[in-house]
């Protein structure tokens, strides 16, 4: 019996150990069809609590790739809410990814510049949590050669997507049903869906539409990781 449980265990084991996602090279979509990953870029922001309040209504998991200072302010600033608001989407099971420092355009950088963009995230991520993500998603999607092979020594996992809801030309409350339209056409299954929980339109309209829309077709709300067979385990790197 007892041989028998390792076996399973094994083989399990094995099974987990393939699914992992690849590192250095750009990956767009989900490998489990039966999935979607909603994905919010460049917060936190003012309305991201608010988010996080719809997720957790709605009983979904989300991605938040994290922009940790530019205009914003720096996240692990404790005279702000940006520490909080990073332990909150932790604590409710969501998974956090960088999306750098400044929200800097990777390709037209020097490679120090570059590496600085990166590395000064997971500094502040270390600062607010003590750890910090191994999944990356460049600004403005744009990594060339030498950015990949820096993601590739960093060990980093990098996310693009496949469907974009284009909610930053649509921030307008007269215009969000345009990024509403765009998500029905789209997404049938297996996506990485693009949005901003730095625009309010997005937060308090897109979102639940996005939710109801994907759970009529049948479709499961899950992070990246888990999209990609990591059920959290490689999320993240440094102490705990
Ligand atoms: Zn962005």
Aim: glycine residues 10%; hydrophobic residues 40%; charged residues 15%.
């Amino acid at each position: 019996m007892r041989r028998l449980l390792t076996s399973i265990m094994l083989f399990l084991g094995a099974k987990h150990v393939a699914a992992q996602a690849p590192i250095g090279q750009i990956i767009t979509g989900c490998s489990d069809p039966g999935t979607i990953a909603l994905t919010f870029d460049d917060g936190p922001s003012v309305y991201t609590p608010q988010l996080l309040d719809i997720l957790s209504a709605n009983g979904v998991k989300a991605t938040f790739f994290i922009v940790g200072g530019g205009w914003r302010g720096a996240i692990d600033d404790w005279s702000t809410q940006w520490p909080s608001i990073l332990q909150r989407i932790h604590n409710e099971g969501h998974q956090l990814a960088s999306h750098t420092y400044t929200h800097a355009d990777l390709s037209s950088l020097s490679w120090d510049a570059m590496h600085a963009e990166v590395g000064n995230n997971e500094n502040a991520f270390m600062n607010v949590l003590g750890f910090f993500p191994t999944y990356i998603r460049p600004p403005y999607l744009s990594c060339s050669g030498a950015c990949m092979d820096m993601m590739n020594n960093m060990g980093y996992h990098v996310i693009n997507v496949n469907v974009d809801t284009k909610d930053y030309e649509n921030t307008d409350s007269s215009m969000i049903w345009v990024s509403k339209q765009k998500f029905e056409a789209e997404v049938w299954g297996g996506n990485i869906v693009l949005a901003h929980d730095i625009h309010e339109q997005t937060v308090v309209s897109l979102t639940q539409f996005m939710i109801d829309t994907l759970r009529a077709r049948g479709l499961r709300p899950v992070t990246v990781g888990e999209c990609l067979g990591d059920w959290g385990e490689g999320w993240y790197r440094g102490g705990r």
